[in-house]
């Protein structure tokens, strides 16, 4: 749906992002096989939970994202990586196309993850080194807040390009992510909270000595 002159800029920011991502992520990680097996089986789950999704229009789907849930487990690199193998599964299965990948990485991997790492990294310094916080905060309530800003950049991706009328946007489109937002943070906050009560391991910003 998106003109060259979006689709093609888009691309090229995706692919410098993923390109920092692969040079800086922690790879040391993903030498426990454990830990691989984990990453990967992660990014099997979110290409099933990708795939179930509903929509009004072209280019106008709704799906959850597990951006926060995927940073707070492995780190944004890792997360960027995993959504780019995650996005690829999806692309080939036919449910997005490939010239709006860059795109598409942009706006449900690229900004949900860095809003998510920004918002974990900002309660670190500025918060008491509490479990609730790091549940209530940086799992369940920045989940949903990084689903509703991954909606407003896909709503001003599509805006800007002329795909769809603004009016139609921002009556018809943007205001489902609140209420997407909600069960984005209930099975975050959940899966994060049973992690960190019996698997703290699997989450690589969770440390029992911290919180």
Known sequence: LLPPGVSWPANLLAGLLLAFAIRHAPWQRLKDEAQLHLWLGTCVTLMAVWSIKTGIKPGLDFHLLGATLMGLMFGPQLAMIGFAVV???VTLAGAAGWQGFGANLLVMAAVPVLFSFALHKTSQRRLPNHLFVYLLLDAFLCSALAIAVSGLAGTLLLGVAGVYRWSYLLTQHLPFYVLLGWS????????????????????????DARY
């Not at 984005?184 to 440390?207: C, D, K, N, Q």
């Open 87 to 89: 996005l690829t599964g």
């Open 184 to 207: 984005e943070a209930m099975i975050t906050g959940m899966a994060v909270t049973m992690m960190t009560a019996y698997r703290p391991h699997w989450l690589g910003t969770f440390s």
